[in-house]
């Protein structure tokens, strides 16, 4: 059995801020989370068409702020002026999109860790690894405990990987294809992020028994959060900020 790495990471990982309880991936979002004791989230970074490493999960503006067409093919001039918070609820109307920087000063100011999924705009899956990484590495400069980069884009990993070595990566999927595991550890990361679905004692064996630890999106329920920590897995991402207590 391969030796695990220390984990600085705790269990409990807050989705896109604070789930569906205020608009994801904006500073309110984790806010809010971090009003429920959450000390880690999660976030989606992708790239204006100017280079800019923004937090949005679409490739699309429409569903999340008052904006049309692809995201990364605006500029951060144009994208920063979009409201991404009324779509949500009027209480966080006028609410902007985030840069990555953004979202890094606030956690680092606050001692909150964090786990970047690289989200890149169809077409820019490498270019989007390199970026993000880099600009990881520099906000984190001298930080405690680095960001963990996730991505289901085994390119994008591979973009963060040659650009950023030291920093942690995580294979995220949502079936277990063939050659996965491989995959994952060619790419030297520390974690596997999957369906919670997928996890059963065979699967985190083989994952512990690789040396990578096991988490798991996105957990709503208390029966399945129950299941996961019975089986040993090692983090839970999850919405409701508001059912599960980050202490447990």
Not at 18 to 39: I, V
Not at 109 to 116: F, G, H, M, S, T
Not at 215 to 223: E, G, H, R
């Amino acid at each position: 059995m391969a030796e695990r790495s220390p984990w600085p990471y705790p269990r409990w990982v807050a989705h896109r801020g604070a789930g569906k309880l205020a608009p994801e991936n904006t500073l309110a979002a984790f806010r809010f989370g971090a009003s429920h004791g959450y000390r880690m989230f999660e976030c989606d970074a992708k790239l204006s068409a100017d280079g800019v490493p923004f937090l949005m999960h679409d490739a699309t503006l429409e569903r999340t702020t008052n904006g049309h067409g692809v995201g990364g093919e605006q500029p951060w001039s144009a994208l920063s002026q979009l409201d991404a918070g009324g779509w949500h609820s009027r209480s966080f109307a006028g609410e902007p999109l985030p840069t990555l920087e953004n979202l890094a000063r606030f956690c680092l100011a606050n001692d909150y860790l964090l786990n970047i999924e690289i989200k890149p705009t169809p077409g820019t899956e490498r270019e989007t690894g390199e970026v993000v990484a880099r600009e990881a590495a520099r906000l984190w400069q001298g930080a405690a405990t680095p960001p963990l980069l996730t991505s289901f884009q085994v390119d994008s990993l591979q973009g963060a990987a040659a650009t950023q070595p030291e920093l942690p990566r995580g294979l995220l999927l949502d079936t277990l294809w063939n050659g996965w595991l491989e995959t994952a550890l060619d790419l030297d990361c520390k974690a596997i992020v999957c369906n919670h679905a997928l996890w059963n004692t065979a699967t985190v064996e083989q994952v512990h028994g690789a040396g990578l630890r096991s988490l798991s999106y996105t957990v709503n329920d208390d029966w399945a959060a129950q299941r996961l920590i019975a089986l040993g897995t090692d983090g839970i991402i999850t919405d409701r900020v508001d059912l599960f207590s980050p202490a447990g």
